[in-house]
């Protein structure tokens, strides 16, 4: 009989191969490991489905709190604020992020919840939760090198300061594949696309690109095929750009209705695919 860790590892297989394996299997609400509610959740947000990835961790919160996995639970609260946050739907940020973190407090949690509030504009809440992590884990590697940058220049930013923003994460290249996450690459993508230079974001988007495999059931997996796009576009690229977003708007092709980021690259596509129908 094949061990759960085994098959967790082959559902998240079939879902990097496009089967969408985990967002249809159904889950075993019976069972004591709350991590296979956190995947599934993770997988909804990834082609946009927030609604329904909310109401799974939640699931998953109250199952790690009936086992008193608080740090687990604060985990899976503050990700029902950051995923609609990196789709620049920030309506609910706030309330899950102070959620999760009345359950726990650790570096990692204070980090995401700064995050997720920062990508909202939030910047002296995301400061303050940024201070405090930094202030208690004085000597944490990846808080101070590869969390604290990302913070950093989210804020910048939204100060439209991009080229603040780029040398806020310098000190996370080295440490970038070092955490199965994407959220360097990604920030220095955003950074170049506001300074106009398609050539070097497209660099970053395709890093997560080429590495899906050190996260994936991002959200910023799916939001870099966007990434790439929009990068083509002010390299003056059409046909990758058509090409990227042609993959976008596919992945999130049942993603709920009202997702800013979304809608957004719906309109961008509508009028490239017009200008250049013109002769």
Not at 69 to 80: D, Q, T, W, Y
Not at 208 to 217: E, H, M, S, T
Request: include cysteine.
């Amino acid at each position: 009989m094949k061990s759960d860790s085994f098959n967790e590892i082959h559902e998240t297989l079939d879902f990097i191969q496009g089967d969408l394996f985990l967002l249809s299997k159904p889950i075993d609400a019976s069972g004591t490991n709350p991590i296979p509610l956190s995947q599934k959740a993770q997988a909804l947000a990834s082609v946009g489905r927030l609604d329904e990835s909310e109401k799974v961790y939640r699931r998953g919160v109250q199952k790690a709190q009936n086992m008193d996995l608080n740090g687990v639970a604060a985990i899976f609260e503050i990700a029902n604020g950051l995923n609609p946050a990196l789709y620049n739907d920030c309506r609910q940020v706030s309330q899950y992020t102070s959620s999760g973190l009345d359950m726990s407090r650790d570096w990692k949690n204070l980090a995401l919840a700064s995050i997720a509030l920062a990508q909202c504009g939030e910047i002296k809440q995301a400061e303050s939760l940024l201070d405090e992590a930094t202030d208690l884990y004085p000597e944490n590697t990846l808080l101070n090198q590869l969390y604290k940058p990302v913070i950093r220049a989210t804020i910048e930013m939204h100060h439209n300061n991009p080229a603040g923003a780029v040398e806020a994460l310098e000190p996370a290249r080295e440490f970038e594949d070092a955490e199965n996450s994407f959220g360097d690459e990604y920030s220095r993508g955003q950074a170049y696309l506001r300074l106009h230079n398609g050539a070097k974001a497209a660099v970053e988007f395709q890093k997560i690109l080429d590495n899906r495999g050190q996260d994936p059931l991002s959200p910023l997996y799916s939001l870099a095929h966007l990434g790439v796009a929009r990068a083509a576009v002010q390299s003056g690229d059409m046909e990758k750009s058509k090409e990227a977003y042609r993959t976008f708007l596919n992945i999130m092709e049942k993603a709920d209705d009202d997702i800013p980021i979304i809608n957004d690259a719906k309109k961008e596509f509508e009028e490239l695919m017009r200008a250049s129908s013109q002769p």
